[in-house]
């Protein structure tokens, strides 16, 4: 019993750490939900919006894999930073200024939630048939990376889900991205039995 508290608080803590780094990054780029201190220079409320990209993933798969596999958690902070490099890639500049000076109405490609789904499924299916599930885990750090990154630019721009369209503003995105990580925690545990993997060292149970 003490060993499932243990877990369930390691877990608990993951998932509030999650929740605000990302309200502390929102308060600080966008004064929301507190505007207590707003960064006005916008170089660098762009990188520390991109730092907390980064830092979200990271607890988001720290919360499913654990905190030993420092590979995965470097994985997972450019998992959640590198979206961005589509705004450099749309104008054809390696220019910040550049960027934030040319920012276009529609969303770049890498923020169209509906393409990077299919890629992730498509990624997962041929590392679940090639190495029978032992090494699942990269597509769904890069899940994490790119949906909790979107999940934080919906709350300003709804999600896009070209050729479909785009969803309205989504406020509750702390909720939702909680929700997604308890969901693939069950999953793996009750029907990919991922606590086999040795990797994770007992981290996921």
Known sequence: MSRLRSILLINGLNLFSLCIVSLVGDCLCFGRPLSIYTIQN???????????????????????????????????????????????????????NSVLHNQRQDRPFLHNSLLLLIITLIVYIFEYFLYQNQYSYYSIIFFLGWSTH???????????????????????????ICF???????IHMFIFNIQSVSFVNDSIV
């Open 180 to 186: 997604i990580l308890i969901t693939i925690k069950l």
């Open 42 to 96: 916008m170089y660098l409320r762009s990188l520390t919006d991109n730092l907390t990209h980064g830092l979200v993933s990271v607890f988001a798969t720290s919360f499913l894999f654990g905190w030993t596999q420092y590979s995965l958690l470097i994985i997972a902070f450019l998992s959640g930073c590198f979206i961005d490099i589509d705004h450099f890639i749309e104008i054809r500049s390696l220019s910040l």
């Open 150 to 176: 979107h999940l934080r630019d919906a709350q300003r721009r709804g999600l896009t889900l070209l050729p479909l369209g785009e969803t309205s503003p989504i406020n509750n995105y702390l909720l939702i």
